[in-house]
């Protein structure tokens, strides 16, 4: 088999390029796939926020070492009640917090405490505005 110049040439440049070609392309798709945003006033369906509620309930009751400490059970379960009949329609996750943070300022634990979702404290930081992470509760 006789190879000649062109092709030879051809060859030895496709198999250069093609690894260059390759990273291009993928550089390339990697820029064009977009982020999703994150958007904080995005609501949850009563459904969705109920089943958080009853997971987190469930979690205090079976494993916190003493729930009834500082608070009696009656006192803390009518609290319980008391927020989940607040989560009668769709909430975002801020409102739906404020609401679990009631609850669990009634339990009076130092060490349990209710956290915003990362990608929430994430937008909160990329904000221009400072905001006040302090939230007033009713009584």
């Not at 093609?18 to 990273?23: E, R, S, Y």
């Not at 369906?45 to 079976?62: A, G, K, V």
């Not at 937008?123 to 400072?130: A, C, H, L």
Request: aromatic fraction near 10%; glycine fraction near 2%.
């Amino acid at each position: 088999m006789i190879v000649t110049a062109s092709e030879l040439l051809s060859g030895l440049l496709r198999r250069t390029l093609q690894g260059p070609a390759i990273l291009f392309g993928f550089l390339l798709f990697s820029c064009n796939v977009a982020k999703k945003s994150f958007n904080p006033y995005k609501k949850f369906s009563p459904q969705q926020l109920q089943t958080d509620f009853d997971l987190y309930q469930n979690i205090l009751e079976e494993r916190h070492p003493s729930l009834y400490w500082c608070t009696p059970e009656h006192s803390l379960d009518k609290a319980f009640r008391e927020a989940k009949e607040q989560i009668a329609d769709s909430l975002s996750e801020y409102d739906f917090r404020k609401i679990i943070t009631v609850v669990n300022s009634q339990i009076q634990c130092g060490h349990t405490s209710i956290k915003a979702s990362k990608q929430y404290l994430k937008y909160v930081d990329t904000q221009k505005t400072k905001s006040s992470r302090l939230v007033l509760l009713k009584r």
